[in-house]
Every structure is written in C-alpha cells, then in structure tokens.
Nanobody, 123 residues
Framework: QVQLVESGGGLVQAGGSLRLSCAAS????????MGWFRQTPGKEREFVAA???????TVLDSVKARFSISRDNAQNTVYLQMNSLKPEDTGVYYC?????????????????WGQGTEVTVSS
C-alpha cells in the first residue's frame, strides 16, 4: 500500500553532514507518522528520530544536538539532517511509516519500511 524509498546516504568524513530523504507514496502522507531507524551488524535496530501526526518530533538523546527531522507534505518526503557526523553514526538508515497512533521510538508499531540507505563515517 505504501512504498518508502530512502536516498542520500554515502561516505563522509567525521564532522561532515548528510541529508537523508525518504519519499513516500500510496496514501495521504500528512496522516502518517514517520520514523528513522539505523542498524549495524550485530546490533538491534535503533531508533533515531520520528515525526508524529501533530507535528511533534522526537530524537534520540545521543544525537539530538546534531540530527533533526523534517517533512515536506507537498513532496511526500521526510528528511533526516545529520550534522557533525561521528564514526559511531555509521550504519544502514531506514525510514518507516505508521498510520496508527504508536509509540514512535519502537519499531514494532510501524506498518511500512524502506529498503535502507547506507551511511559510512570515516575517522
């Protein structure tokens, strides 16, 4: 029903910036909560940031000074702006969408997932 396509990942030096994009299709985008998660080998999928229906946002404490989430409903796109990147930010970043009222920081409540975009931060 909903397709999510991430883009914007790549290789960047520590201290650099990337902006990830997630383009959504299939339903009324403005009515979906959107989340960003990341995963590295051997680790569980980790919450990064989310934007709820009412416009509220929540960001992982360890990155909130450096990352921000935004959305453009007219373009059906959600963004993750990542600044001052660190090697520990390396991983595959996934966007997710939920049509229900969910706990934004937990992956189990999301209905749809993108394929991921890889971010590698070198020292």
């Amino acid at each position: 029903q909903v397709q999510l396509v991430e883009s914007g990942g790549g290789l960047v030096q520590a201290g650099g910036s990337l902006r990830l994009s997630c383009a959504a299709s299939g339903r009324t985008f403005s009515q979906y909560a959107m989340g960003w998660f990341r995963q590295t080998p051997g680790k569980e999928r980790e919450f990064v940031a989310a934007s709820g229906w009412s416009g509220i946002t929540t960001v992982l404490d360890s990155v909130k000074a450096r990352f921000s989430i935004s959305r453009d409903n007219a373009q059906n796109t959600v963004y993750l702006q990542m600044n001052s990147l660190k090697p520990e930010d390396t991983g595959v970043y996934y966007c997710a969408a939920a049509s229900k009222n969910i706990r934004l920081r937990f992956p189990g409540g999301y209905d749809y997932w993108g394929q991921g975009t890889e971010v590698t931060v070198s020292s």
